[in-house]
């Protein structure tokens, strides 16, 4: 097609599907002014693309292009979300604690970690890992080549052991 005759073509285009292609874009979006633009950008890419067009089912094609902004635009619009203020920071752990907060849970691992290696063998290493670096018991397992249940024992009188340790101090 020829500048002219596309630009008359994509003119009835227009005319005739504007209303059709703005309702689907409108109901896709959920925004009259997204839509709008959309619309737009429809009757823009038909125009910029009229040659390929085969000429078969103007309707079809269009409804096409608008579809096909629209999903684009929603995958942008997803990327570009951000959480509203109030459910952002609720899901964040909290960093302003008080600094003597912050102490006290330094020397409380401290602490649990000079407990840990106080331990006899085997038990000094699986508390440590068990309870200063978090480790699961599968974990332990895989890493030291042991039994699933050997592993859980050791951790439970490992506690145990803790527990005694705790308490006497408290005497």
């Known amino acids: 097609m020829d500048k002219i005759r596309t630009k008359e073509c994509v003119t009835e285009w227009i005319e005739q599907y504007q209303n059709l292609i703005f309702s689907i874009c409108c109901k ?3 925004d009259y002014f997204v ?26 094609w269009l409804c096409r292009i608008a579809t096909n902004k629209c999903i684009d635009y929603q995958r942008q ?19 302003s604690r008080l600094p003597e907060e912050s102490i006290m849970e330094k020397e409380v691992i401290t602490e649990l970690r000079r407990k840990c ?8 290493e699986i ?14 397992a895989a890493m030291k080549q042991k ?11 490992a506690r145990a052991m803790l527990k005694k340790m705790y308490g006497k101090e408290r005497i």
Do not use: W
């Open 77 to 95: 619009a997803a990327r570009r979300i951000t959480p509203a203020a109030d459910t952002e920071f609720e899901h964040m752990e909290s960093s």
């Open 127 to 140: 508390a440590t890992l068990y309870f200063c670096q978090e480790r699961k018991p599968e974990e332990i």
């Open 117 to 124: 290696e106080q331990l006899k063998p085997p038990y000094d």
């Open 28 to 30: 896709m979006t959920n």
């Open 147 to 157: 039994n699933l249940k050997t592993i859980q024992t050791q951790v439970y009188r």
């Open 35 to 60: 839509a709008e633009d959309l619309t737009q950008e429809t009757f823009l890419s038909a125009y910029r693309n009229a040659d390929s067009f085969d000429g078969e089912n103007v309707k079809a």
